[in-house]
């Protein structure tokens, strides 16, 4: 697949086919994402690839925490609640999501399921788990590094026919996913990665999200 259609054509997969994927083709698509630069090569991530039953057991420790109402806990900050130009974004791609499933604004069991859904990671076959070496924790070029290796590793995917859906909601119960991955406290988690292939019946999984211009985006200094 030409970089172009990979970077044009992926977009975040939420409804898997219920196939494997052959633990070689994670091990190759991980081996290309690690091309990714780091600061000073320092390659701060670690990579949990969980499947079968640990994944089925963070399933179920994720429904049943966050139905029971406990508070999220994850490890990496989040900032303010979004406002703005941000907030408008996040309700836009959230309204694209929401009218491709038919769910109603109004529908709070639907909505709720919806949630769920991502707890479950999506009922994909594969999750990845993003960790990094604590040790690197106060430095901001650690999660710069951990995006840039998560972008490679997306779109590797993708170049190969699987889909994935970075996420954080496969992670806000933390206690559970590093019990049931077996995550070692030098480590930080940091972000999860929902992997299959994508269930082209699943309506959200056509969803095309917006971007801004690269007017919006960019300035240009000194060209003219
Ligand atoms: C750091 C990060 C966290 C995300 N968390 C979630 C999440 O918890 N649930 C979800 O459904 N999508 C999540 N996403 C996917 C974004 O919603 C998605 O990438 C964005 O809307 C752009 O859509 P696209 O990936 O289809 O281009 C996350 C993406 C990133 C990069």
Redesign the pocket.
């Known amino acids: 697949m030409h970089f172009d259609d990979v970077m044009r054509g ?5 409804g898997y086919k219920p196939d494997p994927v052959p633990r070689e083709m994670i091990e190759e698509i991980l081996a290309l994402a690690m091309r990714s630069p780091s600061s000073m090569n320092t390659q701060p991530w670690n990579f949990h690839v969980i499947t079968g039953a640990p994944l089925d057991r963070i399933r179920a420790g994720n429904t049943e925490r966050n139905l029971a109402g406990i508070p999220h806990s994850r490890e990496f900050r989040i900032g303010q609640p979004f406002a703005g130009v941000h907030r408008e ?2 309700i836009g ?1 959230a309204k694209q ?1 929401f009218s491709a499933m038919g769910i109603a604004r109004d529908d709070a069991a639907m909505r709720q399921d919806w949630v769920m ?2 707890f479950r990671q ?1 009922d994909a076959p594969v999750c990845i788990i993003i960790s990094y070496d604590r040790v690197l924790a106060d430095s901001d070029d650690t999660a710069f590094d951990c ?1 840039a290796v ?2 490679a590793l ?1 779109n590797a995917a993708w170049s190969r026919g699987l889909g994935c ?6 992670i ?1 119960q933390s206690p559970v996913v590093r019990e049931h991955a077996g995550i070692p406290d030098d480590q930080v988690i940091m ?2 990665i929902a992997l299959g292939w994508p269930d082209d019946d699943f309506p959200a999984n056509a ?3 917006e ?1 801004k211009p690269v007017h919006e985006a960019a300035r240009f200094v000194g060209f003219d």
């Open positions: 992926r977009r975040s997969i939420r974004r996040q791609v999501l859904r991502g999506f995006g998560t972008n997306v859906v970075i996420n954080s909601q496969g806000m972000k999860a969803v095309v999200s971007r």
